[in-house]
């Protein structure tokens, strides 16, 4: 069985969209983060860093104890080892999925996050953080864009580089972005919204960065954006 500790958000849906392609047996494990339940000793024992999601593994492939894990990216590559799929075997078709993956993990998630926090959460306008972190997710949109051309999914067979970077294009409007800008990123966009398994994990959920600025207390605001962890 795998724990997965989880919030509705873009990092978060990663880790469920995955469990639903790959059918993996699996418990979620809510996290309140505005209560600051990813600062919980028990939290920071699975994941030091104080973020989702977070996972154990209790049945590890080896056989040994459970395994903690931390860090979209390198959970994503590990269930997909472990269950065999959505990862190439082929040296050469896998470094381009890995490739995409860490593209994601360090540029259209981390420039995207930004804008979004600038654009729905900062509690006051900050008009140069917001052009430049809206304008680099558009930028990287348009590199996602022109790599769909000729691709049906980024690296042509569906894969965890596709189940990273969706995510981070669900909340396209709230990240100031218009897919119809992007056909061919709306096309994979679109193709992957009709899944069964990306419906499955996307019932009920929110989209945290729909709606506009939001409104916080100021100890939301502290546990979510100023907290150490400590």
């Not at 990092?11 to 639903?20: A, D, R, S, V």
């Not at 989702?52 to 997909?80: C, K, N, Q, R, T």
Request: aromatic share 10%.
């Amino acid at each position: 069985m795998i724990d997965l500790y989880y919030a509705p958000t873009p990092n978060g849906q990663k880790l469920k969209l995955f469990l639903e392609e790959a059918e993996l047996p699996h418990r979620i494990v809510p996290i309140r983060l505005s209560r600051g339940e990813q600062f919980t000793p028990e939290s920071l024992a699975i994941s030091p860093n104080g973020k989702i999601p977070a996972l154990v593994d209790h049945a590890p492939a080896d056989g040994g104890g459970a395994i903690p894990m931390f860090e979209s990216g390198a959970i994503l590559l590990y269930l997909a080892e472990k269950a065999c799929k959505l990862v190439p075997s082929a040296p050469r078709q896998r470094q381009v999925v890995l490739q995409w993956l860490f593209w994601q993990i360090g540029g259209l998630g981390a420039m995207a996050g930004q804008a979004g926090h600038f654009r729905v959460y900062a509690p006051e306008d900050v008009p140069y953080a917001v052009e430049r972190y809206t304008r680099e997710t558009a930028r990287l949109f348009g590199v996602l864009d022109r790599r769909l051309r000729d691709h049906t999914f980024i690296a042509d067979d569906y894969s965890i580089a596709d189940i990273a970077c969706y995510p981070w294009v669900v909340p396209h409007v709230g990240l100031g972005q218009n897919l119809r800008d992007y056909s061919h990123l709306d096309r994979w966009f679109e193709t992957i919204a009709a899944r069964p398994a990306t419906r499955r994990a996307y019932d009920g959920v929110e989209d945290v960065y729909a709606g506009g600025r939001k409104q916080l207390s100021d100890g939301e605001r502290r546990t979510l954006f100023g907290s150490s962890s400590k």
